[in-house]
């Protein structure tokens, strides 16, 4: 026998039932993205890897080990998309959306990274994200913050936490680098391997350590709230208000430092101890100089970034596997004739709207019914010998176990008398 192939490690089939409560999410996300003004984006899968590279940041954690990244064969080097942000802004400019004011924009997609694959880390994942650009305002933050934040409401998932920070701009950035760099130095030994690799590259990153050895170090440095210049305090105190003042419950937590080059100010995370290790469900903040940074014009921007799995997994935790409601009609012909006689009912039901589920072999009744079952019908309408001759149909409602007869009349007379009996 040759051998079996399977998904690749770290990506996921998505399959009846799991795949309705995807695009159950899917709706809910496009419908409050409609509701907050947002528009839908869809970039390629693939772009140059230049766009990454400059845009994430050389010195993060995707564009130094995570990058799906291939020649093509006019050896061009492509990237599979590790997430949006980049994309987006690249569009945006091809484009010349900002030439048209401010903008908004959702996103649903895959992005891939080549990360080891544990619980809530896959190497295809998918994202549901906005991007609203052209608005230097605090209000902004507070816009993409609240359309994050009313999803995870909408779904009542009650140890889900919002985090804050300020990471600040290229004005009193470079001071509080130079504080933690201070502060690390003397203890570069005592460090983790990672942490040492990273300090005098990316000190900031440190802050979100996972490492316990790290951990001491990281709770004594200096917080980023003392060297925060007064423009940037402002903002971030604004965010504050603004985000009282509509009720979204938050907490500033300065170990909330994104992974991602491109932040200035406002960074959040939704995160949820159902996750283990890999909490944050839920990533973004401001970024006012990418755009210029990849060719475009100076224009400040704010977004986030939802992992769909995550999100989906402590829907689950927090809810339990959801009752799936039954609809729809099985069709269920004992023999030839009665199949002949089903048949264009089956197709009138469709067109009226209404699921409708047949099988074409000969099978006893028990096994249409698990059929059914299976389908999650709410009604059966079984044909025999018996029924055609006395010219009638058995509609069994499978929820109260209850039988009525129908008069077997002309597919689209009785197609419309089944919708009104099973509504
Ligand atoms: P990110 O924090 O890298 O941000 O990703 C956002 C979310 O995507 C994470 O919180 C997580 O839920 C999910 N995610 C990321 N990687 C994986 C993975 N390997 N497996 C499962 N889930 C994953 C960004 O991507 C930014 N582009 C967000 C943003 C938009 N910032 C501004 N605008």
Redesign the pocket.
């Known amino acids: 026998m040759p051998e079996k192939i399977t998904a690749p490690r770290?990506t996921e089939d998505l399959i009846p039932p799991q795949s309705a409560r995807w695009q159950a999410l899917e709706s809910r996300a496009r419908a409050l993205a409609r509701c907050f003004g947002y528009g839908e984006i869809r970039t390629p899968l693939f772009e140059a890897t230049e766009l990454f590279v400059r845009g994430?940041g050389e010195t993060t954690d995707?564009v130094e080990k995570?990058m799906y990244t291939f020649l093509d064969k006019a050896q061009r080097s492509m990237t599979l998309r590790?997430?949006?942000?980049?994309p987006?802004v690249r569009a945006m400019l091809e484009h010349h959306l900002l030439a048209q004011g401010p903008q908004r924009l959702y996103y649903i997609g895959p992005?891939f990274?080549y990360?080891r694959?544990q619980k809530?880390?896959?190497?295809q994942?998918?994202?549901f994200?906005?991007?609203c650009t052209g608005y230097a305002e605090p209000a902004a933050d507070v816009e993409?913050i609240s359309l994050a934040w009313e999803l995870v409401r909408s779904y009542r998932i009650a140890d889900a936490a919002l985090k804050i920070n300020s990471i600040g701009d290229e004005t009193c950035r470079p001071r509080y680098r130079e504080a933690l760099l201070e502060h690390f130095r003397p203890n570069l030994a005592q460090l983790s391997p990672d942490a040492q690799r990273r300090v005098e590259r990316n000190p900031l990153r440190l802050l979100d350590s996972k490492e316990e050895r790290d951990a001491p170090f990281v709770a004594s440095a200096p917080r980023f709230e003392a060297y925060l210049c007064d423009a940037c305090r402002e903002h971030f105190a604004a965010v504050r208000a603004t985000l009282d003042l509509l009720d979204v419950p938050y907490r500033v937590d300065p170990r909330v430092v994104?992974?991602?080059d491109?932040?200035t100010r406002t960074v959040f995370?939704?995160q949820s101890g159902a996750l283990g290790a890999?909490s944050?469900?839920?990533?973004?903040?401001?970024?006012d100089g990418l755009i210029r940074s990849l060719g475009g014009p100076q224009t400040p921007?704010?977004?986030?970034?939802?992992?769909?799995?995550?999100?989906l997994m402590i829907v689950e935790a927090a809810q339990g596997a959801p009752i799936e409601t039954r609809a729809g009609i099985q069709a269920i012909g004992l023999g030839v004739q009665a199949r002949a006689a089903l048949l264009p009912v089956v197709a009138e039901l469709r067109r009226l709207g209404v699921p409708a589920f047949m099988d074409y072999e000969d099978r006893k009744l028990l096994a249409h019914l698990k059929t059914a079952d299976r389908n999650g019908a709410r009604f059966a309408l079984i044909v025999g010998s018996e029924e055609l001759a006395s010219d009638e149909a058995v509609l069994r409602d499978l929820e109260l176990r209850a039988d009525r007869r129908l008069p077997l009349r002309e597919p689209r007379v009785l197609a419309a008398s089944l919708v009104e009996a099973t509504i």
């Open positions: 770290g994430v995707i995570e590790p997430e949006w942000t980049a987006v992005i990274r990360e694959p809530g880390r896959y190497r994942s998918h994202q994200g906005v991007e993409v994104r992974g991602l491109y932040y995370e939704i890999q944050a469900l839920c990533g973004g903040g401001r970024y921007a704010v977004g986030f970034a939802l992992g769909m799995e995550r999100f």
